[in-house]
C-alpha cells in the first residue's frame, strides 16, 4: 500500500485547509485510514481514523469539531478537512493505513505511511 500526502501549507489563525491522500496498491487490505500529526520535539499524535467503507469516523478531543476525516473508496483517497485552525495545529501531518482492526489511535498499529506534509498555523 503506497499513500502520498499533499495539501499542507501557511495559514493564519482561524483559517482553514484540506489535506488530501492518495491512496495505492492493496487497499482492499486495509481496515483504518487514519491522520497522525508530529510537532518538534513532540511524539506522533492522533489526529483522526476512518474505516475502510468510510464510517465510522473517529476524531481527537483537540481537533473534534474542528477536523473531518473522508474516504473516497471511488477515488481512493483520504482527506482531512481543517478548519478554525490554532497554532498548537502546527505540525507535519502524516496519512496511514493500517491492517488491524484494533486500537485505531495506536501510531504503532499502522503499518503504511505517507511522506508526511507541513501545517503551519501563524499570524
Known amino acids: 500500500v503506497q499513500l502520498q500526502a499533499s495539501g499542507g501549507g501557511l495559514v493564519q489563525p482561524g483559517g482553514s485547509l484540506r489535506l488530501s491522500c492518495q491512496t495505492s496498491?492493496?487497499?482492499?487490505?486495509?481496515?483504518?485510514w487514519a491522520w497522525f500529526r508530529q510537532a518538534p520535539g513532540k511524539e506522533r499524535e492522533f489526529v483522526a481514523a476512518?474505516?475502510?467503507?468510510?464510517?465510522?469516523?473517529y476524531h481527537a478531543f483537540s481537533v473534534r469539531g474542528r477536523f473531518t476525516i473522508s474516504r473516497n473508496n471511488a477515488r481512493n483517497t483520504v482527506a482531512l478537512q481543517m478548519s478554525s485552525l490554532k497554532p498548537d495545529d502546527t505540525a507535519v501531518y502524516y496519512c496511514?493505513?493500517?491492517?488491524?482492526?484494533?486500537?485505531?489511535?495506536?501510531?504503532?498499529?499502522?503499518?503504511?505511511w505517507g511522506q508526511g506534509t507541513q501545517v503551519t498555523v501563524s499570524s
Open positions: 476512518v474505516r475502510w467503507r468510510g464510517s465510522p469516523t
Open positions: 496511514g493505513a493500517a491492517t488491524s482492526d484494533l486500537d485505531y489511535s495506536s501510531a504503532g498499529k499502522y503499518e503504511y
Open positions: 496498491g492493496r487497499t482492499s487490505t486495509i481496515a483504518y
